[in-house]
């Protein structure tokens, strides 16, 4: 909920995220957000930059530039798990930290990331232009049988399974783990483009919430194993670390 504007996030089991206006015992849709395949888990917004940061059971992070009116604008695929809670340090420091069942995941938003791709609709494949199983003409006029529709992470292309057999980590688009790409699309990306650019931190307990303190350089962690853990980040936000706590 944005205080300021009066606005109100709201994220659902189809993956959708709602944005409302409300107005004293009124309330009115302003826009719908798509982009997560998985059902939405965590919400996080950022008044002074007015970003929108969404966390979902298909293990990514989408960043929604609202005050921009740009919509989607950096996916971060950081989690083998399903999404617990994200949190956006302060600008200046530009990385997003992020927890799951187990683990905790940093990255900097650096601007040399790029978008992912909107996935593109077709009814055949856009390299071998082989109809897909619905496409029930084509597959009629040329006595084929339709294949299965995916989709390349890098270009958005959507493409049968015989012109995807490649899977490529890509960082500098979110992408930290493999995902499908088109043959095409990964004979152009350079192994330098595989180098990470998050870490990964093992929470050691079912995490199921965090907050940060940015100035003191300290995350806070809850587990639903009755366990609270204080997290030393000052290797990820670069401030000093506060007095007065030990490591045990």
């Avoid at 390299?127 to 006595?143: G, S, V």
Wanted: charged share 20%; aromatic share 8%.
């Amino acid at each position: 909920y944005d205080h300021e504007t009066q606005h109100a996030f709201v994220g659902d089991y189809s993956g959708q995220i709602t944005l409302l206006k409300l107005e004293q015992n009124t309330c009115s849709v302003i826009t719908t957000l798509k982009g997560h395949e998985g059902s939405i888990t965590s919400l996080w917004w950022d008044p002074v930059q007015r970003l929108l940061f969404s966390g979902a059971s298909d293990h990514s992070i989408i960043m929604w530039d609202i005050g921009g009116r740009k919509g989607r604008t950096l996916l971060l695929q950081g989690h083998q798990y399903v999404m617990g809670s994200c949190f956006h340090t302060q600008p200046e420091h530009q990385s997003l930290n992020a927890c799951s069942s187990n683990i905790t995941y940093s990255c900097r938003l650096k601007r040399c990331r790029r978008c992912a791709p909107q996935w593109l609709e077709s009814d055949s494949c856009q390299k071998c232009e082989q109809p897909f199983f619905w496409n029930i003409k084509q597959m009629w006029d040329t006595k084929t049988l339709g294949l299965r529709q995916h989709h390349c992470r890098k270009c958005g292309q959507a493409v049968c399974g015989k012109c995807s057999t490649k899977r490529s980590s890509y960082p500098i688009m979110g992408f930290e783990f493999q995902v499908r790409v088109c043959d095409s699309c990964f004979e152009s990306i350079k192994d330098e483009d595989r180098t990470s650019l998050a870490t990964f931190h093992e929470g050691k307990h079912n995490i199921s919430h965090m907050s940060m303190d940015i100035s003191r350089g300290l995350m806070v962690t809850c587990g639903s194993d009755r366990i609270v853990k204080i997290w030393d980040m000052t290797p990820v936000v670069g401030c000093s670390l506060a007095t007065g706590f030990s490591s045990r």
